[in-house]
């Protein structure tokens, strides 16, 4: 479990400010992870380096930047971070960047497991219709989402748009502050 404070795993400028503590993930494989002060990260090729992806113990997941100055842009790094498949709770905090990359896009595609979705302070201003067909998805949180303009919770498939999918097993869908 690696979750030392109640941020998560805080990274932290290193090497004479040339990289990060993000590196020290790179052999660990836990089943909590929480990275929390993203913002610090100081390139791509860090994010990387700790193969996300696949570290398949990972059944809960946080990404948290706290708000400072970011060396690399939001999207670039989260595009990098791509979560392992075996993810049932997923939070992003303060992710800054009105678009998501394609994994995140595709979710259903790369979170299958996903049960828990919950994002805070993010600018994005709709979420992907791929979170509908998530079959084990229960519990939705959208917090000081101000930009966020729309959310389906439904969406058609096949040609004639008459077949819908719903979030089905959708327990708790909250919204604060959006």
Not at 53 to 82: A, P
Request: aromatic share 8%; net charge negative; with cysteine.
């Amino acid at each position: 479990m690696l979750f030392p404070q109640k941020g998560g795993f805080p990274v932290r400028v290193v090497d004479s400010e040339s990289s990060s503590s993000l590196v020290w993930l790179k052999h660990t494989n836990p089943d909590v992870l929480g990275i929390a002060d993203l913002e610090n990260v100081r390139s791509v090729e860090e994010a990387r380096s700790i193969r996300l992806m696949e570290k398949q113990r990972i059944k809960e997941l946080s990404l948290q930047w706290s708000g400072g100055v970011s060396s690399v842009e939001h999207m670039e790094l989260l595009t990098e971070l791509v979560p392992p498949s075996s993810v049932k709770n997923f939070k992003i905090t303060r992710y800054k960047d009105v678009m998501f990359p394609h994994w995140f896009m595709h979710i259903n595609k790369y979170l299958p497991n996903l049960v828990s979705l919950e994002m805070w302070g993010v600018l994005c201003r709709s979420l992907p219709t791929t979170l509908v067909p998530l079959p084990n998805l229960r519990k939705i949180v959208l917090s000081n989402m101000h930009n966020l303009e729309e959310f389906n919770t439904a969406c058609s498939i096949g040609e004639d748009g008459a077949n819908e999918l719903t979030l089905a097993k959708l327990e708790y869908l909250a919204y604060i502050t959006c």
